[in-house]
Nanobody, 112 residues
Framework: QVQLVESGGGLVQAGGSLRVSCAAS????????WAWYRHAPGKQRELVAH???????DYPDSVKGRFTISRDNAKNTLYLQMNSLKAEETAVYYC??????WGQGTRVTVSS
C-alpha cells in the first residue's frame, strides 16, 4: 500500500555531512507522521528524527542540532541531512511512514 525507497548512503569521514533521501509512493495521503531510524550491527534500532504533516519535528538528544528532517511534498520525498557525523553513527538508515511502512534502508559508513 505504501512503498518507500531510500538512497544517498555512502562513506563519509567523521565530522563530515551526508543527506539521505526516501522516495514514497502508494497510498500516502493519510500518513501524518514520517520518521528516520537507524540500525547498527549489535545495537537496537533507534529513532533519529520524525516529522508530522504539519511540519513539526523532533529529535533525540544524541542528534539534536546536527540532523535535520524535511519533506518535499511535491516530490513525495523525505530527507535527512546529517552534519558532524560520528564514527559510532555508522548504520543502515531507514525511513518509515507512521511506523507501519518501511523502506529497505541505505547504509551510511562513517570513517574515523
Amino acid at each position: 500500500q505504501v512503498q518507500l525507497v531510500e538512497s544517498g548512503g555512502g562513506l563519509v569521514q567523521a565530522g563530515g555531512s551526508l543527506r539521505v533521501s526516501c522516495a514514497a509512493s502508494g497510498s500516502i495521503s493519510r500518513i501524518n507522521v514520517w520518521a528516520w531510524y537507524r540500525h547498527a550491527p549489535g545495537k537496537q534500532r533507534e529513532l533519529v528524527a520524525h516529522i508530522t504533516s504539519g511540519g513539526l519535528t523532533d529529535y533525540p538528544d544524541s542528534v539534536k542540532g546536527r540532523f535535520t528532517i524535511s519533506r518535499d511534498n511535491a516530490k513525495n520525498t523525505l530527507y535527512l541531512q546529517m552534519n558532524s557525523l560520528k564514527a559510532e553513527e555508522t548504520a543502515v538508515y531507514y525511513c518509515a511512514a507512521r511506523a507501519s511502512y518501511w523502506g529497505q534502508g541505505t547504509r551510511v559508513t562513517v570513517s574515523s
